[in-house]
Nanobody
Framework: QVHLVESGGGLVQAGGSLRLSCAAS????????MGWFRQAPGKEREFVAG????????YNADSGKGRFTISRNNAKNTVYLQMNSLKPEDTAVYYC???????????????WGQGTQVTVSS
C-alpha cells in the first residue's frame, strides 16, 4: 500500500506564491517518477509537472512554464511544487502522483494523493 500526503495548499492573492509538498510512504517501486496534476471545478484533470527518479529531467505544462518548479528529495520520498506569480486560473485541487515514468496523461500513474486546494484570489 502506498500513501501520498500533500500539504501547502491555501488561499493566496494573485501574484503570490505557494509551495506544495507531497510525502510518499509504503511499498513503492525501487525507482519512480513523481508529479502533480490539478483539477478545477467543471474541468478535466490536467498535468502540471513531473520529475524523474533522479531529478535529472523535469517536465512542465505550458500553463506553468516560467512560474512553477518541481523538485524532489529522495531521502525524504518527497516531491515539491514551487508556484510563483500565481493567477486566479491556477485555482484548483492539486494532486500528487507516483508512477513508473513521467507522462502527461492521468492514466499513467499508479498512486494519487487526496489533493490539496489552491485558491488564488484576484
Amino acid at each position: 500500500q502506498v500513501h501520498l500526503v500533500e500539504s501547502g495548499g491555501g488561499l493566496v492573492q494573485a501574484g503570490g506564491s505557494l509551495r506544495l509538498s507531497c510525502a510518499a510512504s509504503g511499498r513503492i517501486f525501487s525507482t519512480y517518477a513523481m508529479g502533480w496534476f490539478r483539477q478545477a471545478p467543471g474541468k478535466e484533470r490536467e498535468f502540471v509537472a513531473g520529475i524523474t527518479w533522479t531529478g535529472g529531467s523535469t517536465y512542465n505544462a505550458d500553463s506553468g512554464k516560467g512560474r512553477f518548479t518541481i523538485s524532489r528529495n529522495n531521502a525524504k520520498n518527497t516531491v515539491y511544487l514551487q508556484m510563483n506569480s500565481l493567477k486566479p486560473e491556477d485555482t484548483a485541487v492539486y494532486y500528487c502522483v507516483v508512477g513508473r515514468t513521467v507522462v502527461t496523461t492521468h492514466m499513467g500513474y499508479d498512486y494519487w494523493g487526496q489533493g490539496t486546494q489552491v485558491t488564488v484570489s484576484s
